[in-house]
């Protein structure tokens, strides 16, 4: 098991410097350079801007700027904002919280909610629950996020007042559990209503499949309830392959974020990518895609481990 | 007789076979379209949709981007059904004409991602080996990267005329493709036709382009139908983030750019245009989902 974990490991570092190379290539690649932005301004002078290229090291050839700023990354110099004018680990770290608050809250309630829809769909193929459950889940595939957000907003927080309409807590304010929850309720529930029709849909065919393996048949056999069969039996083999989907999914869970963050004007990390890229503010947005990109393949590694530890199959094969 | 057990008995058709008269490639699968109701229900709405596209100059007489400052934010009325925007143009008329963009957006990313991630998926599956390892490690990291994140960067520094778009959104999103490819390539390249064919001499190009993947086709169609959906989402995403096409130009996400600032006053302008991208994408992921029923039989009992 620990050598496999260790290999796992091993595995996603050329992964790792592969996309923040490739992202490296892309920023230099920008028409008109990373500095394209002091080259707009008037009053920057050529040599000023030779001065900058000079300082910064971007006159030395490609490869050797990407191990440069590898080499500050790891010594944990993130180098400055352009808009900010401020270190970029600390903004980044701010905002990187705040979204994972977010994205945390939605896929708990995401999971609450295609638990029980995906099992019993399962448990009752065809039925008219079942129907629903499929029409819900299409919806939830469907609808843009941002667009069901502004839905939401104009309902429950302009016709309504039920909700905030936007933020992520009362400016001013000290710290209070439903103030937080007011402001979270909204983005939350237009994220969970995405992701929940795609988990629940996937548990129902994983829980059907489960359901006619004879091993279940067995359990039934036996006289075993059709809650034990359903939930000891069959459930616990279903999940399995729902971690994988959900772990291919984190990838989507980052954009959708950033959809409702920009809907909800929550001050995440999505936003800030976004306003970013607006203003070609590249350090941010390199510390932004390394940070994604890093939590990405981490949880797939985690994944893979978990999956391991489930599934006994998978051990004995790399071992 | 004969005819009628066909009918009710699935089990029979495949028995009878031999025996029932020689019917077309498409035959089959589209009986079995034709069973997914809500299948019928979307293709029904995709041809109304596209049919109002097409026809936007002869269905309104309003200009889409002819401003008319005394009538601005008016609500649904007789003259304007769908009410007008900020700057008084009709709601409406938008709507049609940007359906052309969006869904022509739609059509033209799917096709780029489906000849890239085709050939990626053809390659790494037919060969094998190196090649496979070299090209599925590429596309894991492809598919592990959130693809808003480097549409927003692309599109922000490579500008947003509908090529660009389309290259963009096209060359993010071929990865699932390619791995269905890829997949089906591998278990069909085991069969005893392609061993057949290769003994015959048949160059790997051929035997890749004349007996794989016409054997692939299910699959690739459905992929096909479903990414349509994708690349019109993603598109509203970017216009909605003011980096898709740009204004005056009518797309359904770019409409919404500005609807939040006046949703309170005017809320028909955020609700239309994307009850429009809602409805259009619900309707091709359930043609998708009968696609699938009707290519893919082994799916069916799910």
């Known amino acids: 098991m620990g050598k496999y974990i260790i290999q796992r490991i091993l595995g ?64 944990g110099d993130w180098g400055e904002s352009f808009a900010a004018s401020r270190p970029v680990l600390p903004l980044v770290q701010e905002r990187l919280l705040n979204t994972f608050y977010l994205m945390g809250a939605s896929f708990l309630v995401a999971l609450l909610i295609a638990f029980p829809v995906g099992i019993l769909s399962a448990t009752r193929q065809y039925s008219f629950f079942d129907h629903l459950a499929t029409m819900f889940s299409f919806v939830g595939l469907s609808v843009p996020i941002f667009w069901l957000g502004l839905v939401a907003l104009i309902v429950f927080s302009l016709k309504l007042g039920w909700f905030p309409a936007g933020g992520m807590r ?55 309830s059709q809650r034990r069969v359903v939930y000891s039996h069959a459930l616990r083999n279903a999940v399995i392959p729902l971690i994988t989907i959900v772990a291919l999914d984190l990838p989507q869970l980052f954009s959708g974020a950033l959809l409702a963050e920009t809907v909800f004007s929550w001050p995440g990390m999505g936003r800030l990518f976004w ?45 | 007789m004969a005819q009628a057990s066909l009918q009710r008995e699935p089990m029979a058709l495949a028995m009878h076979e031999e025996l029932a008269p020689a019917e077309g490639f498409w035959t089959r699968p589209w009986r079995r379209f ?34 008319d400052l005394d009538n601005r934010l008016a609500p649904p009325s007789w003259e304007h059904p769908m009410g007008t925007d900020e700057l008084g143009r009709d709601l409406l008329t938008r709507i049609l004409h940007g359906g052309r963009i969006s869904m022509l957006i739609g059509v033209l990313a799917m096709s780029v991602a489906v000849t890239v991630g085709t050939l990626f998926g053809a390659i790494a599956g037919f060969y094998g080996g190196r090649i496979d390892r070299a090209l599925m490690r590429f596309t894991d990291v492809a598919i592990s990267f959130p693809s808003l994140f480097l549409l927003i960067l692309l599109a922000a520094y490579f500008g947003s005329s509908v090529p660009t778009i389309v290259l963009v959104i096209g060359l993010l999103s071929w990865m699932r493709v390619a791995r269905l490819v890829r997949a089906s390539f591998m278990s069909l390249k ?13 160059g790997p190009w051929r035997i890749i382009v004349y007996h794989l993947l016409p054997n692939a086709l299910g699959p690739i169609i459905v992929a096909a139908s479903l990414g349509v959906a994708g690349a019109i989402l993603t598109e509203s995403a970017l216009s909605y983030l003011g980096l898709g096409i740009q204004p005056p130009t009518a797309t359904w996400g770019s409409m919404l750019r500005n609807a939040q600032d006046q949703m309170a006053i005017a809320p028909w302008t955020a609700i239309f245009p994307g009850l429009m991208i809602f409805l259009t994408v619900i309707a091709i992921n359930y043609v998708g989902d009968g696609l699938r029923d009707a290519l893919d039989p082994r799916q069916l009992e799910r």
């Open chain 1, 12 to 75: 996603t570092i050329p992964l790792l410097l592969l996309i923040t190379f490739v992202s490296f290539i892309i920023m230099q690649s920008v028409p008109g350079g990373p500095l394209s932005v002091y080259r707009n301004n008037p009053r920057v002078t050529a040599k000023d801007l030779e001065r900058i290229e000079k300082q910064l090291g971007l006159d030395k050839p490609l490869p050797v700027q990407y191990a440069i700023w590898l080499g500050n990354l790891l010594r």
């Open chain 1, 170 to 224: 009362t400016i001013g304010a000290s710290f209070s559990v439903t103030d937080r929850l007011r402001y979270l309720i909204l983005p939350m529930s237009v994220m969970a209503l995405h992701s929940a029709g795609q988990y629940s849909r996937y548990l129902r065919s994983s829980m059907l499949e489960a359901i006619h393996q004879d091993y279940v048949t067995t359990a039934r056999a036996k006289g075993l």
């Open chain 1, 275 to 319: 306003r970013s890229a607006m203003r070609f503010d590249y350090p941010v947005l390199m510390a932004l895609i390394t940070i994604t990109a890093f939590l990405v393949i981490f949880f797939n590694l985690l994944v893979d481990v978990v999956y391991a530890y489930v599934d006994p199959r998978i051990r004995f094969q790399n071992s």
């Open chain 2, 34 to 67: 034709r069973r997914h109701r809500m299948a019928l229900a979307g293709s029904l709405i995709l041809v109304i949709f596209a049919l109002g596209a097409i026809l936007a100059p002869q269905l309104s007489s309003y200009d889409p981007n002819k401003q």
């Open chain 2, 190 to 202: 085991a069969q005893q036709f392609v061993e057949a064919a290769q003994c015959c001499g048949v």
